[in-house]
């Protein structure tokens, strides 16, 4: 008998998968490495296997967070030549009920449920209670989402920040810009602020090849090159910020997620990116007031689709499968 809906967070490197059932809490996490599957199918009919045999019978229905647009029949990842048709993977599955979320609409659907102990602030500020409140941050590219209040509820508007187009504010970034035109034409945002963005402003300014995983663990340790990288990285952030937040009257809070933001939450404090969030004259002050929070919660995306899931969970009809 289905009780449970499948919930999954699918990035363009890594995927997490769980199952909710009406409380909405996500159990049974199980992470997945992309690279393993030819497509979400694949991936999910996995999952389930791992399991135990009566998977498949006890889970009704899905939400899938996915790194892309997710307002289409036909679902495509960004970053990764994988897609589905949302009518066909529901058929496939014979799921009763199934939605697909952005990735950073998920993330905004669970930022009110995280605690002080999933959180790292960056300086100050003090939200405005109902006030809309800004996710954004870069992983395997840079997600934007904004949560607002419409009447007694919550919603989400997502968008595509990632990909408008990134301009310069000093001679560092011109020389970073000029570089990265040569290479790929029209620069945008996720051109930078991303984890491949990391590894080539690294290169550009040190000469040296490295993954951003890589760059991070050497600023961590001191070594001066990957210091200053990441903290080039870290100043670019801070300002595309505090445009966005200017842009949505994020007075509620700006929560910066992604898995690059949760390698640097240390390295934040120390850098500009404070300084240039707020430097947007003559909004100075009004910057200052917004708080932001680094989400360092391991699977911050499971939050809100299980905050989802839970409420289809509550909806599902005994020995009903779709064909």
Known sequence: MPHQILIADIGGTSSRLALVGPDGVPRDIQIHRNDDFAGFKQMI???????GEGAHAAVGGAVLAVAGPADEEVIRLTNRDWSFSKRDMRRHFGWQKFAALNDFEALAL??????????VPVGGGHA???APILVCGPGTGFGTAILVKTGRNRMVLTGEGGRVRLGAADSEEALLLGHMVRELGPVVVEHALSGSGLARIHRILSGV?????EVIAAARRDEDAAKHSCGVFLRLFGRIAGDLALITNARGGVYIAGGVSVGLASLFAGSAFRAAF????PFEGRLADIPVQ???????????CGQYGGRLARTLKPGLRVV
């Not at 930022?111 to 002080?116: G, I, Y």
């Not at 090849?209 to 995983?213: G, I, M, R, Y």
């Open 209 to 213: 090849s490295l993954s951003p995983e």
């Open 45 to 51: 009919e996995a999952d389930l296997a791992q399991r």
């Open 110 to 119: 669970g930022v009110l449920a995280l605690t002080p102990d999933d959180l």
């Open 128 to 130: 405005e209670r109902d």
């Open 294 to 304: 680094v989400i360092t919660h391991p699977t911050p995306g499971l939050i809100g």
């Open 278 to 281: 707020e430097e947007h004259p």
